[in-house]
């Protein structure tokens, strides 16, 4: 019914940077691509970073914060992640999130029950 696709992920060395990009297709009504997530071999799953529908909200994870930069093209139905200054802690398969709501406030970006919609991951790897 709802597809979302990761793309651009790959193998680049410390300090490079990545565009990553998220397309909902399928029965997308009131689908909204919202948020990124990650996930580190042999740890759990955890926020990246979330926008609002009309782009006039952030999140950002402490980790990434000054590096990496949401954005999102709601014609396109896409949503995209500009990872600048990468570190080999980054390494992760990244996840698209969607969401039904227009956005969040405080840790309800970072809550994955507000997220019915999971792309299939795109894996960054960060080499030292």
Known sequence: QVQLVESGGGLV???DSLRLSCVASGRTFSVRPTGWFRQ?????REFVTGIS??????SYADSVK???TISRDNAKNTLYLQMNSLK???TAVYYCAAANALGFSGT????EGHYPY???G???????
């Open 13 to 15: 060395q410390a300090g």
């Open 40 to 44: 580190a071999p042999g740890k759990e």
């Open 53 to 58: 529908w009309s782009g006039g909200s952030t």
């Open 66 to 68: 000054g590096r990496f």
């Open 88 to 90: 080999p802690e980054d």
């Open 108 to 111: 309800g970006w970072a809550n």
């Open 118 to 120: 999971w792309g299939q």
């Open 122 to 128: 795109t894996q960054v790897t960060v080499s030292s």
